[in-house]
Each structure stands twice: as structure tokens, then as C-alpha cells.
């Protein structure tokens, strides 16, 4: 019986998520106040529950170096909803911050200190330098080895800091937020212009940027960036890691500057809230690009949250890798046989050594994650799954993943399902991908085509078979006492991964 040569589910791994433990981060901002609770304290935390409240506190602060009664009143309710939500969500850590309306108003200690009483912990009064490191902790926790500029634009001010990998410069912050600018230039945009201009160039971290990449953080770029996506009718809908070459993002915002924003095409994208304040984001944009000019606008949806979180990570923890950890995480949740991607992830890299077929490291652990996550898709009627598992990838919150890996991983795990003839549901994808991943995606779909059918995706399987290709010839090899999983369609997917190859495809049963 095949039965008997099944193992169990190997042990978990250490990339393996944590008992799950609800944490919650409180963060009261110049133009929002927002509760974000996440699953638990880990490397690739999930957001649970996420809301805000538009309350305004910076606004005005610049000119009357207070706080608004009406936006302190509005923070006040919010506070109390967030702790009562806290409370009914059994969170077991709340965390609390605020930046720079309170840090700037006259009346901003005595608010912190009615605010700590209704949200039930200390809030942390965050200097414009740690602002600026919690951004770039941010960055770097969610952007696979960053290297350039850390820009987090709010209501109130604007954070700079180099980042490369994981390293962190010395932190700058500027009255530029989009409150801020409102107020300062006395809602003129000539004038807004004028100040940001003069403030942006006393920025010693943009010095260094030229060449670089600039990571925008940040509600209002955010918007921006949402707006951009609209108009270029983008095939993917998420926000993280979306790029803007920096001509582009020039033209974007000098567009935006100039322009009533409730005449923009597709404006609807963007809230209402949001809509004043994009022309002041769009001009400290382009005067961060005329002034720096970076090789590109990477836009992040982490920042200062993340940044904390990050930042209460053992080294060990921050060492893990964060897409693979979430997609072992998916795996958990959803496969069939959680384990078995382990499996496949083995089996497939003997496959490539055996083909010394070259791949960059980052190629690599794109595999490894679209291994991970070849079977989540199984509870869905068949002809649904290649669909259900396209929606988990293209729309799950995966950290450090570009939009090609992620058109990579979506490619995949797409031709996994229906082979060939699930081009036509990725073709809008292809135009995200390089040559190079679009045909590794085709052969990794291939190649997981033959796991399944010949394991079911059940764990105990592959470890005891051989897929290797060697001059022209790829071979499946499976031991004697697993001969009656060979098939005929076995045979067929492996020949159709050996056309991909430009090999002949064999079966043979070994002993």
C-alpha cells in the first residue's frame, strides 16, 4: 500500500508563524488618527483591523501654534472607539504614538497627556529623527534590500533618511506636510512652492539620492500613486512596492500641481479627505525630483507602524525572510497537505541543479514562495482555482515582493492549474514581466504540473522521486515500490515540461 511510504508532516519549521497574539498600534498623526491591529508581533504582521479617523490636528498648528478644539475632540471619540475595540478584540499589546501636530503645538502635552488616559497606555511622543528611523525600519522590514531614500510626508512634516539594505542614515524632518505647506503658503500654490523649494534644499540626505530609488511613504503620496495607477490603467491593484520612473512621476505631479483636483480624470479613486491636500504632496514631490533626481518614486505602504513593529524583533526574527514566512504562513492555512511545499520546494531545486540552469537569488526564493504556495487554491471547484489562487497572490499583503515577482508568483501558480491554457487569464500580467521570468514561470508551472499529479500533493512522495534533466533529456524516476503512481498523464505533463525545455521526456521506475 502506498499508504505505508507516506511520512507525516515534517516538524515546523523556525520560519513557522507564532501562536497568534493580537497586537494593536495607536497612531496619532497631524491629519489622522489610526488603529492598525495586527495578527501578532512577527515578520510579516497582518493587519486584522484597520481604521481611521480624519480629525485634523495639524491643521492650522503652524499659524496659531495649537492644536483645533474640533480636531481634539474628534481624536477624543476615536480614542475611545480604538480602546474599546481593543478591549473587545482581546489585544494583548497596545502601542501608542504621535508625530508631529502634537509635537509642535503649544497645547500638544496636555492633549497627549487627556489622550493617554482615554486610550489606556503611554503614548510616545516621536522626536522628527525617530520618526524618520521608524519610517526607514518600515522600509526596510517590507522592501527587499532597499537602497536610497526615505521620505514619509504627513500632515504636519516631512521625514527624510537614507537606507541601503539595512542600514539607516541620520534622520531629518521638514515642515512639509500637506496641512502644514496648506497653512504656510496660505493655500497659494506659487507659494507653497517657493517654501518647499527652500526647505527641501538644506535636505543632506537627498545629496546622495541622484541615481537611486526615493521610497515615498505616506497617506497623500499614497494617493498620488493610486491616482497614476488609475490613469495608466495598471494591471495590479496594490499599492507596496509600486514603481514610477522618476520622468514620469515629474510630469505626474507637475500635472496634479497645476490642476483642480476635483477636475482630474478618475479623481473618484481618491477619498475626499485626501483631495486638498494632493497638490502639496505632488509639489514637495517634484521638488524632491528636481532637486535629488532619483532613478525612480517607489511607493510604500509600510512606514512608521511597521517600523515599530520591526523594531521589536529579536535579530534572529528580522533575519527571517518575510515573503517566505507569510507564504508558509498561507500554506498553513490553506493547502491541503501544509508540508508538502517544503517538498516541492526540494524537489524542484534538484531539478535545477541537475539542469545547471543559472538563477539569481532572488529568482530563487521567488520559486521557493511560488512552491509554497502551489496548493492553496484546492478547496475551490476546479475550474475556480486557478482564479482563487491568482486572487490570493495578486491581492494578498506579501512583504518584499516587487510587482514583477509578484506577476511571477501569480503566473505560476496560474499554468500550475490549467497549463498552457492559463495564458489568456495572466495576459494583462505579462507586461509587468521581464523575458527572463515570464519563461521560468512557464517552466516552474510545468514542473509543479508533474509534482502534483504524481503526489497529489501529499507529503511522503517526492523525496523518493527524481526529476533531473541532463545533455537532452529530462527524466522522472520513481523507485519500485512507488511504480503505480506512473500514468500516462504523468507522462504527458512531463513531456510537455520537456518541450518547454527543448529535451524528449522519460519515465523510468527504478529496481
Known amino acids: 500500500m502506498l499508504k505505508s511510504f507516506l511520512r507525516a508532516r515534517p516538524a515546523p519549521t523556525s520560519t513557522e508563524a507564532p501562536s497568534i497574539k493580537p497586537v494593536a498600534i495607536v497612531d496619532i498623526g497631524s491629519n489622522s488618527v489610526r488603529l492598525v491591529v495586527y495578527q501578532s508581533l512577527s515578520r510579516a504582521p497582518t493587519p486584522i483591523f484597520n481604521e481611521k479617523a480624519m480629525c485634523g490636528l495639524g491643521r492650522g498648528v503652524l499659524t496659531t501654534g495649537r492644536l483645533p478644539e474640533e480636531g481634539v475632540d474628534k481624536a477624543m471619540k476615536a480614542l475611545r472607539r480604538y480602546r474599546a475595540l481593543c478591549d473587545m478584540m482581546n489585544v494583548s499589546r497596545v502601542e ?36 524618520a528611523e521608524l519610517s526607514a525600519l518600515g522600509v526596510v522590514s517590507a522592501i527587499h534590500n532597499p537602497d536610497g531614500v526615505v521620505g514619509d510626508l504627513g500632515g504636519g512634516s516631512l521625514e527624510l533618511i537614507d537606507v541601503k539594505e539595512e542600514e539607516i542614515g541620520k534622520g531629518m524632518t521638514l515642515p512639509l506636510g500637506g496641512l502644514a505647506l496648506m497653512d504656510a503658503s496660505r493655500r497659494s500654490p ?34 498620488l500613486a493610486k491616482l497614476h495607477m488609475k490613469q495608466r490603467h495598471y494591471p495590479l491593484g496594490v499599492m507596496h512596492n509600486y514603481r514610477i520612473q522618476t520622468s514620469e512621476a515629474a510630469d505626474f505631479a507637475e500635472l496634479v500641481e497645476y490642476i483642480d483636483s476635483d477636475a482630474i480624470e478618475d479623481i473618484d479613486v481618491v477619498s475626499a479627505a485626501r483631495r486638498p491636500l ?56 490553506f493547502a491541503r497537505a501544509p508540508g508538502y511545499g517544503d517538498e516541492l520546494i526540494g524537489w524542484v531545486d534538484d531539478f535545477m541543479r541537475s539542469g545547471l540552469i543559472d538563477e539569481t537569488v532572488e529568482e530563487k526564493r521567488l520559486r521557493h514562495a511560488a512552491c509554497l504556495l502551489s496548493d492553496i487554491a484546492w478547496r475551490a471547484h476546479p475550474e475556480y482555482r486557478a482564479q482563487r489562487a491568482l486572487n490570493v497572490v495578486t491581492q494578498g499583503p506579501f512583504l518584499s515582493i516587487d510587482h514583477p515577482g509578484r506577476a511571477f508568483l501569480s503566473m505560476a501558480i496560474v499554468l500550475r492549474h490549467e497549463g498552457p491554457e492559463g495564458d489568456d487569464a495572466i495576459a494583462e500580467l505579462r507586461s509587468i514581466l521581464t523575458t527572463r521570468l515570464f519563461l521560468r514561470a512557464r517552466v516552474l508551472g510545468a514542473a509543479m504540473r508533474v509534482a502534483y499529479l504524481l503526489s497529489a500533493s501529499m507529503p511522503g512522495v517526492l523525496p523518493r522521486t527524481t526529476m533531473r534533466l541532463a545533455e537532452a533529456s529530462l527524466k522522472l524516476s520513481l523507485p519500485s515500490e512507488l511504480a503505480d503512481l506512473a500514468s500516462d498523464r504523468v507522462l504527458n505533463r512531463l513531456k510537455s515540461l520537456g518541450r518547454l525545455l527543448g529535451v524528449e521526456a522519460e519515465l523510468t521506475i527504478q529496481g
Open 96 to 131: 501608542a504614538i504621535a508625530t508631529a501636530a502634537a509635537r509642535d503645538a503649544e497645547n500638544g502635552a496636555a492633549f497627549l497627556d487627556a489622550a493617554s488616559k482615554v486610550i489606556g497606555c503611554d503614548i510616545q511622543l516621536l522626536s522628527g529623527r525617530r520618526e
Open 190 to 223: 506659487r507659494d507653497a512652492i517657493k517654501i518647499a523649494r527652500k526647505a527641501i534644499a538644506t535636505a543632506k540626505p537627498l545629496e546622495h539620492l541622484k541615481g537611486r530609488t526615493f521610497y515615498a511613504v505616506g497617506g497623500t503620496w499614497r494617493s
Open 278 to 333: 494632493l497638490a502639496y504632496g505632488a509639489i514637495v514631490l517634484d521638488e524632491i525630483i528636481r532637486r535629488a533626481r532619483p532613478r525612480e518614486i517607489v511607493i510604500s505602504a509600510a512606514g512608521v507602524r511597521e517600523g515599530l513593529i520591526y523594531d521589536r524583533l529579536t535579530p534572529v526574527e528580522r533575519a527571517v525572510d518575510p515573503l517566505l514566512f507569510a507564504s508558509r504562513e498561507v500554506e498553513s492555512i
